[in-house]
């Protein structure tokens, strides 16, 4: 199995920086994909960005040039740092893996960590 620890959300005002972490621990082989979702108050959850054990990236359209995702593949842990943040990004940011154990392939969630970004 897999656990996921988020680190990082809080409060910052519009224009402000933020920097989310999430390390995967646990009995599994390797992990593929991981990336970042967010989901604000009566909307969906999104995807933000993803990347993969090579680094390729892939990001929300809306988001390039804000965010950017970044991995550490020895700590297993992904990074998002968050720029020129604004209300809109408000939500609940979310982990997400892609890993691989004796339970074969699965994906996993993190419990969420707020961010608010205040006007």
């Known amino acids: 199995q897999v656990q996921l620890v988020e680190s990082g959300g809080g409060l910052v005002q519009a224009g402000g920086s933020l920097r989310l972490s999430c390390a995967a621990s646990g009995r599994f082989f390797r992990i593929n994909t991981m990336g970042w979702y967010r989901q604000a108050p009566g909307k969906q959850r999104e995807l933000v960005a993803d990347i993969t054990s090579g680094h390729s990236t892939n990001y929300a359209d809306s988001l390039k040039g804000r965010f950017t995702i970044s991995r550490d593949n020895a700590k297993n842990t992904v990074y998002l740092q968050m720029n020129s943040l604004e209300p809109e990004d408000t939500a609940v940011y979310y982990c997400?893996?892609?890993?691989?154990?004796?339970?074969?392939?699965?994906?996993?969630w993190g419990p969420g960590t707020q961010v608010t970004v205040s006007s």
């Open positions: 997400n893996v892609d890993a691989v154990g004796n339970f074969g392939g699965r994906n996993y």
